[in-house]
């Protein structure tokens, strides 16, 4: 069949659609909604904010309703919950070389000049080149010129704090954990930096401060803290906060729960959730063909953030503990 023949066959097949019609559909029903307590239709009612699963046409209606709605809505919270929690996560990629993160903190480095986060292969690789060229070595992301004293650099990092930059106030809160660079060691100013990073979005802040909670670091022992902190971390992606979990739940005997758990981490490429997958098969608690299935994975995601230039640069000692 020639190109010409294909285009009119195609063509004659969409004329023959009728969409004549398309304009009388009633599309009323569609967005009719109906108040829980009255029974009142409307299409803009307001929704429970809680479980989403049901619609008020006011506030009255809604605090008239809450004693008859209240076992369901904490349970269709408490399964929302759940949906978030074992939901995979993407990893975060590195915006150089679009590859998956590596999954040891020690392999990326923060630049205090443009505030990204960035893999040490991509940092060795403009580095090298510099040198070769005989030329001062410039950000890789940004291209600002090194700093040449860790006195300018905390002032940059200063600066990206005082902007509102996530992994910023994490370093800060590291520094004050320790007592580093000038910082009076103050675990109760690095819990609050930690909380506040993992609002804005870095997950190593939620795994911080629920590793405080868990060991009483500035704060009272409180392990429903340190578990509910570590699920805020996993939920947005950090393996190591998840393998917690997971030993939090074994730890109470749920060991379907913990064995979620360490399947999602094993397949981010966290090698001793791994193990754990493969003890949960020795101990009968798993089938060995959904160990194999996370043992794929897991080999898949490490090649992924895997790369000749990550390597030179683990064996150079680039590096930044503590990201």
């Known amino acids: ?47 429970c904010n809680k479980c989403k ?29 759940e949906e978030q929690l074992f939901k995979d996560v993407e990893p975060d990629e590195c915006p150089l070389c679009f590859q998956p993160m590596p ?7 923060f630049k205090s000049c443009c505030g990204k986060v960035i893999c040490n292969g991509c940092l060795y690789g403009v580095n ?8 001062i070595q410039l950000c890789a992301f940004c291209r600002e010129p090194a700093t040449s004293s860790l006195k300018e650099t905390l002032k940059l990092e200063k600066k990206q704090m005082d902007k509102g930059n996530a992994v910023a106030i994490f370093t ?29 979005g870095w997950a190593r802040g939620y795994y911080n401060l629920g590793y ?45 729960r913990s064995l ?18 493969e003890r949960g098969v020795m101990d009968g608690f798993l089938a060995k063909d959904v160990y194999a299935s996370t043992l794929r994975a897991y080999h898949e995601r490490r090649k992924e953030m895997t790369s000749v230039m990550r390597d030179k640069a683990k064996e150079m000692g680039y590096g930044q503990i503590g990201r």
Do not use: P
């Open 1 to 47: 069949m020639s190109t010409d023949t294909a285009i009119n066959t195609v063509t004659e097949g969409i004329n023959k659609v009728d969409i004549s019609d398309s304009n009388d559909i009633d599309t009323s029903e569609v967005l009719q909604q109906t108040c829980a307590a009255c029974g009142k239709q409307g299409t803009n009612l307001n929704i």
């Open 53 to 81: 699963a049901v619609t008020y046409c006011n506030a009255a209606c809604k605090k008239k309703h809450r004693k008859k709605h209240k076992k369901a809505c904490e349970k269709r919270v408490a399964e929302l919950h």
């Open 103 to 109: 999954f040891e903190a020690e392999a990326t480095t």
């Open 128 to 135: 090298e080149e510099a040198f070769k060229r005989g030329k």
């Open 172 to 200: 800060f809160g590291v520094y004050y954990s320790k007592g580093q660079h000038g910082m009076r060691q103050n675990w109760a100013k690095a819990n609050e930096l930690y909380l506040k990073a993992g609002e804005l």
């Open 212 to 256: 405080s909670y868990n060991q009483g670091y500035g704060v009272e022992i409180d392990q429903k803290k340190a578990r509910y902190y570590w699920e805020l971390a996993a939920m947005n992606g950090h393996t190591s906060a998840r393998h917690n979990l997971g030993c939090l739940e074994k730890s109470d005997c749920n060991y379907d």
């Open 260 to 277: 979620k758990h360490f399947i999602i981490s094993a397949k981010a490429g966290n090698e001793i959730s791994l193990d754990q997958v």
